[in-house]
């Protein structure tokens, strides 16, 4: 069974960064594509992005387009989120996953219902 351990999170003023990680344990992180999901108080968790494990492709929630990047280091079995020009409202709790199947790819991959291992979450607070 895969472990994720997420980290990075913190307090940064709106139009700050972070960059969050997520280390997996296991041998097999390589093979199965990563997702990041993020829960703020009161609301249901929210799809964030994706990356692919066969050719990289990253994807994104339309609400961090163009500010967020996901990216992932196979020698390092870490997954990572640049945060950019963040807002008060990407204010939640952030989640990394590993995609239960390998053939799940794509935009399958905005679904939670795919992820079949999770981090404990990091706190990401963006003060106004």
């Known amino acids: 069974q895969v472990q994720l351990v997420e980290s990075g999170g913190g307090l940064v003023q709106a139009g700050g960064s972070l960059r969050l990680s997520c280390a997996a344990s296991g041998r097999t992180f390589n093979s199965y594509s990563m997702g990041w999901f993020r829960q703020a108080p009161g609301k249901e968790r929210e799809f964030v992005a994706a990356?692919?494990?066969?050719?990289?492709?990253?994807y994104y929630a339309d609400s961090v387009k163009g500010r967020f990047t996901i990216s992932r280091d196979n020698a390092k079995n870490t997954v990572y989120l640049q945060m950019n020009s963040l807002k008060p409202e990407d204010t939640a709790i952030y989640y990394c996953?590993?995609?239960?199947?390998?053939?799940?790819?794509?935009?399958?991959?905005?679904?939670?219902?795919?992820?079949?291992?999770w981090g404990q979450g990091t706190q990401v607070t963006v003060s106004s």
């Open positions: 990356i692919s494990w066969s050719d990289g492709t990253p």
């Open positions: 996953a590993k995609a239960a199947q390998r053939q799940t790819v794509g935009w399958e991959l905005s679904r939670g219902s795919r992820y079949d291992a």
